[in-house]
């Protein structure tokens, strides 16, 4: 059963450019949540898709978008990238979108 | 607001010697409690959590964890640890409702020396 997974591995990006990120869930699940991780610290939620819509949302800026798809995956954009951006990039699934969170292996992002 | 705190940024230890690693947490709501594991260049990885019953939690790799609600906190503690237990521990929370949006503490590095 695979678990979740996210692409790609690292990115490398310039100031003011755009990037798109992508996570499958794992088996099973339909609710997928993005975080944000800054080196030397935790997760910061930015927002959490169901049934293909924007459930709840964190303290990001609109540059921060986000899609799902009908068979659960999803897509983090960023637009008008910042140095501030870079970090690792963290996608978790569930099964309900009150129950417990399992993550992907993250996208890291630097940005120049 | 919830919010999580995690005390020790980095708690050093000796091979097969006994660790706890602090969290408290701040909520005025009920919440549900997380601690996640996160290796070197690796996502997040569930220990084990706490819903409700039983406040001691027994998760993977032999660590438990006791959920105090008066005072708000939730150590996790291994009894003798070994060298692959390095790693950066996460606590976490998240409130009772209709989503599972967690709010982390800032971590600790669990570093086990030979």
């Known amino acids: 059963d695979a678990g979740v997974t996210q692409s790609p591995t690292h990115l490398i990006k310039t100031r003011g450019q755009q990037v798109t990120l992508r996570c499958s869930p794992k088996?099973?699940?339909?609710?997928v949540s993005w975080y944000q991780q800054a080196l030397g610290q935790g997760p910061q939620f930015i927002f959490q898709?169901?049934?293909?819509?924007?459930?709840q949302r964190g303290n990001f800026p609109d540059r921060f978008s986000g899609h799902q798809f009908p068979n659960y995956s999803s897509e983090l954009n960023v637009n008008a990238l910042l140095l501030g951006d870079s970090a690792l990039y963290l996608c978790?699934?569930?099964?309900?979108?009150?129950?417990?969170?399992?993550f992907g292996p993250g996208t890291r992002l630097t940005v120049l | 607001a919830q919010s999580v705190t995690q005390l020790d940024s980095q708690v050093p230890v000796f091979e097969e010697a006994p660790v706890e690693l602090r969290c408290n947490y701040s909520?005025?709501?009920?919440?549900?409690l997380f601690w996640y594991v996160q290796y070197p260049n690796q996502g997040l990885q569930l220990l084990l959590k706490?819903?409700?019953?039983?406040?001691l939690v027994k998760g993977i790799n032999g660590f438990e964890a006791e959920f105090n609600k008066s005072q708000t906190s939730f150590h996790l503690r291994k009894p003798s640890v070994h060298i692959s237990d390095t790693a950066e521990y996460f606590c976490?929370?998240?409130?009772?409702?209709?989503?599972?949006?967690?709010?982390f503490g800032t971590g600790t590095l669990l570093a086990v020396q030979p």
């Open positions: 978790a699934s569930s099964p309900q979108t009150w129950d417990t969170q399992y």
């Open positions: 088996s099973g699940h339909d609710t």
């Open positions: 898709y169901y049934e293909e819509e924007e459930r």
């Open positions: 909520s005025s709501v009920s919440v549900y």
């Open positions: 706490y819903l409700s019953g039983s406040t």
């Open positions: 976490a929370v998240s409130e009772l409702s209709a989503t599972n949006k967690l709010i």
